[in-house]
């Protein structure tokens, strides 16, 4: 695990690079009952597991506690093989660690975009329409630990639309909350992004561009045409 101080931090800025083919998922569908009909389209190489200690995060202190922090994906549907509309019936991600100041668990929350452009190198925030948010609690956990997040009204995407998922983790300080959220390094087909206001990135960048090459979020999605 690798946290970036919430006062001092250096960045240059690099593009990352995306794969022109979608990838093969090694999971090939969610285990939620509420997911069975969902068709899983993932940009990770190998989506069956995470790597230890290879998350980063925005924070702190002893114990650690996060500031707000989001990674984030983003699907161009037409290259994921979809021809028709679709409804996004769920969201398969991932937990390093997380450790709550009390009562067991703490709030994560997925925030779904349409985005005009196609997937590439950059996530422009300005081209985003938020179509669903989701809260979800995350118990405590001390080992690696993928999670499916069902969305309680399943929001529809156009099949010329890009899909943007934000995973979000809010800030922990109030709550003494502290949370490193599930990656790999075992290679991806589309850039991760991540972004963390209080460490002076407020719109998305590539990981690689601020020393974490390896950082590739899970961050799969569950559809249904």
Not at 16 to 24: E, H, I, K, M, R
Not at 77 to 102: C, K
Not at 105 to 131: C, E, K, S
Not at 159 to 171: K, S
Request: net charge negative; glycine share 8%; hydrophobic share 40%.
């Amino acid at each position: 695990m690798k946290h970036i101080s919430t006062v001092i931090i250096a960045m240059a800025v690099v593009a990352g690079v995306a794969c022109a083919q979608p990838c093969t998922p090694i999971v090939t569908s969610c285990s939620d009952p509420a997911l069975a009909a969902g068709i899983l389209i993932t940009q990770s190489m190998d989506n069956s597991q995470l790597t230890a200690v290879n998350s980063v995060m925005c924070g702190g202190g002893n114990p650690f506690i996060h500031a707000d922090t989001s990674y984030w994906r983003s699907y161009t549907l037409a290259n994921e093989g979809v021809t028709t509309n679709i409804d996004v019936l769920g969201i398969r991600f991932g937990v390093e660690t997380a450790t709550s100041g009390s009562g067991g668990q703490q709030p994560v929350q997925i925030r779904l975009y349409t985005d005009p452009a196609p997937a590439g190198t950059t996530i422009n925030l300005a081209n985003l329409t938020l179509i669903h948010s989701e809260t979800l609690s995350v118990l405590d956990a001390t080992t690696p630990t993928i999670l499916e997040a069902v969305m309680s009204t399943p929001p529809t995407v156009a099949q010329n639309q890009t899909l943007v998922v934000e995973l979000f983790a809010p800030d922990g300080g109030a709550s003494g909350h502290g949370i490193f959220l599930g990656t790999n390094n075992l290679g991806e087909c589309g850039p991760t992004f991540f972004s963390a206001p209080p460490c002076a990135t407020p719109a998305p960048i590539t990981p690689a561009s601020i020393g974490f090459p390896t950082a590739y979020v899970l961050l799969d999605v569950c559809y249904q045409p």
